[in-house]
């Protein structure tokens, strides 16, 4: 499905910039609704739609939507500045999204109904604990009071999807680390919805959880197909609807699989990209005007550090993307081994 939907987009002009990253006409955005469509489908066809199930693809449909909206408002407002509404220059200065603030409204305002509803009807929920790496949950596990544990979920559904949306910089650079986070939750997912697997490794047994293998796997099929035609140079981008879809879905799996502190290992990537933000911002505000990374998000940064050490940035970017491929995949099997053997 994918060239023709790429040829749709490019026939709508469903871009959002003026030039591309060695390219002569930038890719369409919005590449993501098509894979968060795919994987809708695909998880309502073949896996069985629990509380779980529902739960993740509801914050997949609702963040995609909001992340729709963004990419529509950045289209029409490079239209603008075609016809001459406003300038290029103020396009560049401004956001040229919907706000910030209208962003995270919507985000907590979904996750947080979503996270209410899973806590209500989801049983291994409603004990509000949090398991630790390292220990076994039989030894400690930190309990919080029911309202707060919703609101830890709905936090952690929307710091990873902000986490991912702040990695979709490069070409290619926020799918690995979606699809090894994909792939972890999947895995865990399957090992703890079965009784004797659970009780041999020592993880918790959460009944219907062996689900979430059917929607990671959905996940992770879309994600590689994808990959195809956005290695670089890229022929379209995922657009802030696949980011913050599949962001906060692998966040809300994280959060059903009990292994929401791993989800600072696995999803490493997207855990620095986020703080280098808001480092900066903070570090700016803090110093008057001081910055402590030379651009930020991380990748920005690591593009500036770079800058005369190669003739081509499309050189810098691939070397950036690829080392972050691989610091995603090392860090998933370091999940891996934290999770089922160390403990």
Known sequence: LMPSWIA???KADATSDFEGQAHTKPPPIMGGLLLVAVVLVVALLFAIP???VLA???ILASYAAVGALDDIAKIRTKRRVRIGAITKQQWMEKADGI???LRLALYFGFSLLVAWAAYRFVPHLQDATIAIPFVKPSVFQLHLPGWAFVVFMSFVVAATANGANFT???DSLVT???VTCAIFTGVVGYICGNAIWSAYLLVPHLPGVDELLIVAGAMGGALMAYLWYNAPPAEIYMGDSGSIGFGGAIGMMFV?????MFLLVVGFVFLAEALSVALQIGWFKATGGKRLFRMAPLHHHFQKLMDGNYRRRSDINSKIIWRFHLVS???LLLGLILFFKVR
């Open 8 to 10: 749709f987009l490019r």
């Open 50 to 52: 629990n509380i779980q």
């Open 56 to 58: 993740i693809l509801a």
């Open 99 to 101: 706000s910030a603030r």
């Open 168 to 170: 979709d910089g490069l």
């Open 176 to 178: 690995v680390p979606l």
């Open 256 to 260: 059903f699989t009990k292994a929401e």
């Open 329 to 331: 995949l090392f860090m």
